[in-house]
Structure formats: C-alpha cells, structure tokens
C-alpha cells in the first residue's frame, strides 16, 4: 500500500486468514487496538454475503469509514469450464483450450490482468514456480534452463517436450498453495 498508494498500513483485519498470519488480526480485535487517527479502507463487493455483515461490524463499534463507489462492468466472456473464487482474467478462454479443465479458488492470473505490484501476471499460476518448455509451450519466450536464476529452479527436473496426447490439468489449491495436478499421459 505505502510503495503504491503512499498509504501506511496500521493494521490488516481479515477473519479468516488471522487464524494463519499473527500480523492480521480479526474484526473483533477492533476493541483492543488504538485506531486514534486510523481510517478503514477494505476491498469487498457491495452484492457479496459478507458486506451487510463488516457493515453492520463497523457501526456497532461506531468506527469512521469511507464508503467509495465505482462502476462495475462485467467484461468476462461465457466460458465453458469452473474458474474458482479469487481467479482472475480471462483465464478458462485463454487457457482451456490447450489443457485446463477447471482452475480452483486463489489460482491464477491470466496474461494481462491489473494487479498491484506484487503479484505476478505472466504465469498462469501465482505461486513462484512454473515448469516450463519452449518445445511444449511456444507462447512463453524462454526455456525452462533460462529460470536457473529463479527461486523455483530445482536443478535436474526437465520437461518431457512435447507431449503427444494429455488429459487437460485441473488447478486446485490446498490452504492457499496452488498444486497443480500432473497431465496424466496417455501413449498412443
């Protein structure tokens, strides 16, 4: 927030990820900390379950917050296939035809989607690994030996080049960790 925006971040409140992250706390901790001069900013779709519910949160503790209202267009295509919560782009268009069945909650980011600045958009999946080809892959500019710098190199793992027939891959996460189900090869 402050690299982007120049905003100091006080405190991150999050009900659910607090039980993960000892630096966030949950809403109910409100009571406890000192927010002379703190003012709310939260992300949250106005039609969501939950926005009647940190409203209802913020009155009852008669916090001060600013409520911002921006249009809302959805862009998004009808696409066969499951895109899960929190994946953004046109992720199932773009990729399903070549091998994804359905991307799970908290996966991906497709190619030219805007985010703020720590998150990476040229890779499918956010999480700091990608294995790679030229061979098997001719959209991504480089081969997979051209990463040894990166943190997600392991040294001796190569791709299989092209592969002849595959199943399409399902994205799935497990605690916010993306795990990416093997193609499974079928020999012809």
């Known amino acids: 927030m402050k690299e982007i925006y120049g905003i100091e971040t006080a405190y991150i409140f999050d009900n659910h990820v607090c039980r993960y992250n ?18 709310f900013i939260f992300t949250l779709a106005k039609d969501s379950e939950n926005f009647q519910l940190l409203m209802d949160q913020l009155n009852e ?15 998004s295509p009808n696409v066969t296939g499951k895109v899960g919560r929190h994946s953004y ?19 991906s980011f497709a190619e030219g ?3 703020v600045q720590n998150h990476a958009t040229q890779y499918m999946s956010t999480s700091p690994f990608i294995y790679h080809d030229k ?8 081969t997979f030996e051209d990463n040894k710098n990166c943190e997600w190199y392991i040294e001796g793992i190569k ?9 399409k891959l399902k994205l799935v996460t497990m605690f916010g ?8 090869m079928e020999q012809t």
């Not at 000892?22 to 003012?39: G, H, I, T, Y």
């Not at 503790?61 to 862009?75: G, R, W």
């Not at 791709?159 to 199943?167: L, N, S, V």
């Open 22 to 39: 000892k630096e966030v706390f949950p809403l109910s901790e409100v009571d406890n900390l000192n927010l002379d001069n703190v003012v």
């Open 61 to 75: 503790k008669k916090l001060e917050y600013y409520e911002l209202k921006f249009p809302y267009y959805d862009t």
């Open 89 to 107: 782009g046109d992720i199932i268009t773009t990729y399903s035809i070549n091998f994804c069945e359905s991307i799970g909650a908290f996966c």
């Open 113 to 115: 989607t805007r985010l």
């Open 135 to 142: 061979a098997v892959n001719d959209y991504l500019p480089d």
């Open 159 to 167: 791709p299989k080049g092209i592969i002849p027939k595959a199943k």
């Open 177 to 184: 960790l993306v795990v990416m189900l093997l193609l499974q």
